[in-house]
């Protein structure tokens, strides 16, 4: 087994943390917009 370089490994984690930051904006982001379509269409449902 190679030794691996610590701040590649810092570096990686930095991207990691990153992308998983920007995927949890994203997955909100989405679920924000479903439920206010899914709000919307239980609206337009219950006025008809």
């Known amino acids: ?3 691996q370089n610590p701040e590649l490994k810092i570096r990686d984690l930095e991207k990691k943390k990153i992308i998983s930051g920007a995927d949890l904006y994203v997955m909100g982001a989405v679920n924000l917009i479903l439920h206010m379509k899914f ?9 008809n």
Do not use: E
């Open 1 to 3: 087994m190679g030794v």
């Open 39 to 47: 709000h919307q269409k239980n609206i337009s449902d219950t006025s």
